[in-house]
T-cell receptor
């Protein structure tokens, strides 16, 4: 019962490097999300997708890109890493609004930019 | 501009007693509210939710109360158990039809003392 799977769990990047955080869900959910959580703060929405081929910006999209080529996968791309992107990243998914919009989260990816 | 506020960063409760976690919101377009529980180094897990058409929802030891006129909700845990020690996030949706994710509070760290 995998649910939402994120990789890698931990990563250290140098300033200016790029990387992709992978996210996959096996629940056939339409909606997928990327959140970041900074210390002592709540989760903030980076990008979301309501279905394959459709993505949209959330509250804090700057410095990130996403794609949704399949229902299952929703990778998050950091092009030019900056120290401000040091955070914990959570991928999540939900079925639809009628299910109560309950969102299920992955275990998180800890990213440090030095 | 925080739309979902959890004003208590931490709360300490004795085992067996009632834990009451509070949450206030400012956006009157929110119509669905959720509580998530988060352990260290894990993703948030869904706990309980309530629609704005209700004022109470109960699930075992967990009850959520909603006061729409006051824009306030609370989570009651009775009786509190050691495994309840975690960070609890209040979240809300509805302003964007729910597809554009949840708005989270900063969380309350609940500590259950033996």
């Amino acid at each position: 019962n995998a649910g939402v799977t994120q990789t890698p769990k931990f990563r250290i990047l140098k300033i200016g490097q790029s990387m992709t955080l992978q996210c996959a869900q096996d629940m056939n959910h339409n909606y997928m999300y990327w959140y970041r959580q900074d210390p002592g703060m709540g989760l903030k929405l980076i990008y979301y997708s309501v279905g394959a081929g459709i993505t949209d910006k959330g509250e804090v999209p700057n410095g990130y890109n996403v794609s949704r080529s399949t229902t299952e996968d929703f990778p998050l791309r950091l092009e030019l890493a900056a120290p401000s992107q040091t955070s914990v990243y959570f991928c999540a998914s939900s079925y639809d609004r009628e299910s109560g919009n309950t969102i299920y989260f992955g275990e998180g990816s800890w990213l440090t930019v030095v | 501009d925080q739309q979902v506020k959890q004003n208590s960063p931490s709360l300490s409760v004795q085992e067996g007693r009632i834990s009451i976690l509070n949450c206030d919101y400012t956006n009157s377009m929110f119509d669905y509210f959720l509580w998530y529980k988060k352990y260290p180094a894990e993703g948030p897990t869904f706990l309980i939710s309530i629609s704005s058409i209700k004022d109470k929802n109960e699930d075992g030891r967990f009850t959520v109360f909603l006061n729409k006129s006051a824009k306030h909700l609370s989570l009651h845990i009775v009786p509190s158990q050691p495994g309840d020690s975690a960070v609890y996030f209040c979240a809300a949706s509805g302003a964007g039809g729910g597809a554009d994710g949840l708005t989270f509070g900063k969380g309350t760290h609940l500590i259950i003392q033996p």
